[in-house]
């Protein structure tokens, strides 16, 4: 904080010291009103009570509803589970017999075992073997009231079997013997078909799998039911021999759900990996059969809009519980898949609303909440006559000091308050009012802004201080000056320059000055900042790429380009308020200075857009990525300083960090500039056209080339002093 913003003025209060005394007297110390406030707000602790109690017993039912959501989702995936592993064991058995006995299925001796599999669960209504030769073998269910090739089945049936053999050059016969429920034959039936059930969707799937699998939902045209097949192959001499499969339905799912319910308002579904309906709670029929193909209805296109609602706050990543609201109740849902050996993607989709477990718990929390507000009311009406005297004047001083800080014009009328403190802080703040704004006469207002941030006392002269120093210019814009239009040439150059300070003070930097199309800044001053170069090659790589972007634009309009050249120094230097008494800079002078400008310059003769110093790349460390340009002499230094240019940086961001082919650059280049510091001018002439003939464009690499081929006699290459 600037010395000018510290109130110290003991001698005004010792001029004044009677008549303030008597005042003092008369108004009330802000302690003593500070504990009667908050005495007065002890009874409110009863509503602490009443909202801790009602968050414990919020907590308590979420917990519970969690627990149930939680057990029903596992026994429900059990159930799920147990309901197809058996009908699966039984189709593996039926496989494994036409792996033992390829020819078993090949007669009617194998229609009493596919039978004996059907009577097993009521939940299968088909069993049956399809052949790689396209015999059918088939024990099913009979519904008496659908036709059977063209006719009603006799009064009684309830079975059928059913196959069909293939000969050469024959017409497949589709053979029907139908049974009662004592498994006596009451009919038969036979016509000549079509069927094959080599192309049919189960023998295929399960063909190119070559496992067990469980197909999609279908309608099964015996019953008209919704349901599954289980099918698995089996093998002889190692080729396909056939598919044995089974039919199933799901009624019972549907109705598991509803017997199993959490709450009454629960409502659980099962979905298919698309989000179909498959069954549900409430045993609503979700599905539709168009021509023989089930279409299910999307979670989301119910007549109830709550399933819609929950799945569209599902997490889209784990299978954790979540809750949402909806029209102000809430909800916990889950959304889980089976088990990977089920081998269907299905899941359970469950909801439960919270209300059916906070119902008990809010009427007791209603009560304790009625009395806790008539409680609060008789404070609030106390607390509220004394928050006025409180709250109203520090309200106009915050607001005054806000004012100050951002240095906005005109003044506030002044404060008088009864309150001892207030009235002290009231003529403190005043006075800093004053200060500031005369502080803010001969000090740019910027630079009066970054100081009240920082603990810099505002003084003529300076100190020396370890920073960073930017000078960036535009190359030749002199010649572009005289070709552009000064309106087109103006709004160029500021954009420029707006990059270049949001750039700056994005990485903390100071805007020192800005000089016709250059710009000077700092890092490290009047803020200490510990990274002050590396922040400062940040901004420099922001500043380049901001810089392309907008070339890209200009080019695209069919103007020219402007490239900028920056160098970075890190250096001691004399940093302060430079100037008069009437009139002062707050600026960095010295040696470190004069290099950063040199620097800048620097990128001319090499072609490069930034370079810095090797004592920035020493204080940046390693998350930098630069290459050696070469040692360089500078007026009034008896020794060179090595010169790099600075390809980007590691740890600011991916578009910061170079890629494969800069990389390789570097690497390069550094071989070539170690001979090169070596004085062995002939191997580093070699290598740095090494690298010309691996990138073409590479301006440094050319420069030393043409240096180092024109010195012919070997000589010591002449390193030009920076001017």
């Known amino acids: ?3 000018g913003g510290r109130v110290r003025r003991p001698g005004a209060q010792g001029r004044r010291g009677a008549p303030m005394n008597v005042v003092f007297t008369r108004k009330l110390r802000l302690r003593p009103t500070i504990l009667t406030f908050f005495v007065l707000l002890t009874v409110p602790v009863f509503f602490t009570i009443v909202a801790v109690t009602y968050l414990s017993n919020d907590s308590l039912a979420r917990s519970h509803a969690n627990d149930l959501v939680t057990r029903f989702r596992a026994d429900a995936i059990s159930n799920i589970q147990d309901m197809f592993d058996p009908i699966k064991s039984l189709v593996r058995s039926a496989a494994a017999i036409g792996n033992e006995q390829p020819d078993f299925y090949a007669s009617n001796r194998s229609l009493k075992y596919l039978f004996s599999i059907l009577v097993h669960s009521d939940k299968i209504i088909s069993m049956y073997v399809g052949a790689a030769d396209g015999s059918f073998r088939q024990a099913r269910r009979i519904d008496p009231n659908v036709m059977i090739q063209g006719k009603l089945p006799p009064q009684g049936s309830k079975y059928a079997y059913r196959w069909i053999n293939r000969a050469k050059g024959a017409t497949p016969i589709d053979h029907y013997v139908l049974l009662d429920a ?3 034959e009451i009919g038969t039936s036979e016509e000549a078909t079509g069927y094959d059930p080599r192309p049919r969707l189960w023998y295929r799937r399960t063909v190119e799998d070559k496992s067990l699998l469980i197909t999609d939902p279908d309608v099964f045209a015996a019953l008209g039911l919704i349901g599954f097949t289980v099918a698995a192959p089996f093998y002889a001499d190692g080729k396909i021999a056939g598919v044995a499969a089974a039919d199933i339905t799901l009624d019972g799912l549907s109705e598991y759900l509803s017997e199993n319910k959490i709450s009454p308002g629960t409502v659980s579904y099962i979905l298919d990996d698309h989000g179909g309906v498959i069954a549900n709670s409430e045993r609503a029929k979700t599905y539709t059969n168009k021509n023989g193909r089930v279409e299910l209805q999307h979670i989301t296109s119910l007549d109830d809009e709550l399933p819609a609602i929950a799945y569209g706050s599902r997490p889209r990543h784990g299978e954790a519980l979540f809750a949402f609201s909806r029209a102000g109740n809430e909800y916990v849902a889950s959304v889980a898949t089976l088990p990977p050996q089920f081998g269907k993607q299905w899941q359970l989709f469950i909801i439960t609303p919270l209300r059916d477990f906070t119902s008990a718990f809010d009427k007791h929390n209603n009560r304790l909440l009625v009395f806790g507000l008539l409680a609060i009311a008789a404070q609030i009406l106390i607390i509220y006559f004394l928050s006025r005297v409180l709250s109203s004047p520090l309200e106009r001083l915050s607001l005054k000091v806000a004012r100050i800080e951002t240095l906005e014009p005109g003044n506030l009328p002044p404060l008088d308050s009864p309150i001892r403190e207030i009235s002290v802080l009231s003529k403190a703040v005043d006075t800093l009012d004053t200060t500031i704004k005369s502080f803010a006469a001969f ?10 941030q920082s603990d810099q006392k505002l003084e003529l002269g300076g100190h020396s201080q370890f920073l960073t120093v930017f000078f960036s210019d535009l190359e030749a814009f002199s010649t572009l000056s005289e070709a552009v239009p000064a309106q087109d040439l103006l709004l160029r150059v500021s954009a420029y320059l707006e990059l270049v300070t949001k750039a700056v003070n994005d990485e903390a930097g100071t805007i020192d000055k800005f000089i016709g199309d250059g710009v000077m800044a700092f890092w490290g001053a009047p803020a200490l900042l510990d990274d002050h170069a590396w922040r400062a090659c940040v901004a420099a790589l922001r500043i380049e790429q901001g810089m392309t972007r907008l070339n890209e634009r200009w080019v695209a309009e069919g103007h020219k380009p402007l490239n900028i050249r920056i160098g970075l120094n890190s250096d001691a230097v004399l ?9 002062m800079g707050y600026t960095v002078i010295g040696d470190g200075v004069n290099v950063a400008a040199r620097l800048e310059g620097l990128n001319k003769e090499y072609g490069t857009h930034i370079c810095v110093s090797h004592s920035v790349f020493k204080e940046a460390g390693e998350r930098l990525c630069v290459r050696p340009i070469e040692d360089v002499a500078v007026r009034g230094r008896r020794t060179k300083i090595p010169v790099y240019e600075l390809k980007g940086c590691y740890g600011a961001g991916t578009e910061f960090e170079p890629d494969s ?19 062995d001018f002939g191997l580093a002439l070699e290598r740095y056209q090494e690298i010309l003939t691996e990138f073409p464009e590479d301006t440094v690499s050319r420069e030393l080339v043409r240096r180092l081929a024109a010195n012919e006699s070997a000589r010591p290459v002449q390193r030009q002093a920076l001017r």
């Open 661 to 679: 082919e800069t990389l390789r650059l570097c690497r390069m280049t550094r071989r070539a500039y170690e001979v090169l510091v070596q004085e």
């Open 443 to 452: 000090v740019p207002v910027g630079l009066v802004r970054q100081l009240l």
């Open 575 to 583: 940093v302060g308020n430079i100037g008069s008494k009437e009139r």
């Open 1 to 3: 904080m600037p010395g």
């Open 182 to 184: 004592a498994e006596a």
